[in-house]
């Protein structure tokens, strides 16, 4: 995969609403569920092409993110939190063109109130109601998405607390380099559960490793989001789905906007293996363990492993 006859394409699906794929049942939609998960277990990711987000949403999001960016660096700095990488991050040794800001289950209006009022004391009605609409409608698609998994995995009963249960709804800019082309986010695989990401139509910086070996563009296309499996999906379907190892490349010239939903577990949720995926020819590859436990190693190891082949998870809770 990746030579140049034949360089390797990921995957790029239609969830518009004018097709069978988004009503259970169908034969659309088994075929569609099929189809995904064969691409997130060769990938760990995959592109989907959904009108369920309005074209006005998507860039009044945008327009409402280089506000954002824009305002003073104490400002954005009181978007905090006592949990790792849910506050504002970036600006530092490590990752000095990278800047982001987070705000928990903004799906709900209250919390999108609260990281409104953090930017904006005197408010900002119409920030507030983008991006608690955009919470919204990526975690519908989160849902839909979950769903086809399961079920393309043959697990069919409802899924489990710590696939979709909470969020983390991310803001981010890159910065290009001034000279060559620039690693400006180092290869790195979430620690949440699925990311659901939106990147900026004008510039290409996404790319994904394949096989261990090749970096694979994710070109931004009008319309769609790129869906990237993390390590909890990983556990869950007992290393079936691999987390999607994904770093950021700008070349000089305009800097980089993109937005992402982050769905994790509770905190004091336990992660285990689905049963249905566990079996001879399968056998058991992570112990059950605490959600917050595995943060709390992470943030305790996360420099030793950069540049490491393996995932956080399988350190952690590998058997």
Known sequence: ???AETPTQIPVFDFSSDTQTLKPGTDAW????????????????????????????????????ERVFDLP??????????????????????????????????????KAKAFTQLLWPEGNDRFCETLNCMSKKLLELNQMIIKMIFHGFGVDHKPDAFISDGSNFRVMKYDPPSGDSTVVLPPHTDKNTLTILCQQDVVQGLEVLVDGADWVPLPPIQGCFVVLAAEMLKAWSNGRIPAA??????????????????????????????EELVDEAHPLRYKAFDYMDFIHYMEAHLLKMVGSNKDMVDVFAGV
């Open 1 to 3: 995969m990746g030579s």
């Open 30 to 65: 088994n075929n569609m569920s099929r189809d995904v998960c064969a691409a997130i277990a060769r990938f760990g990711c995959f592109q989907v092409a959904y009108d369920g987000v309005p074209d006005r949403l998507r860039e009044d999001m945008f327009e409402a993110m």
């Open 245 to 274: 190892k994904h770093r950021v490349v700008l070349s000089p010239g305009k800097e980089q906007y993109s937005f992402g939903l982050f769905m994790l577990p509770k905190w004091d949720v336990v992660v285990k293996a689905a």
């Open 73 to 110: 660096d104490e400002t954005k700095r009181r978007n905090t939190s006592d949990k790792p990488y849910f506050g504002h991050n970036g600006r530092n040794e490590m990752v000095p063109m990278y800047e982001s800001l987070g705000a928990e289950d903004a799906s709900e209006i209250d």
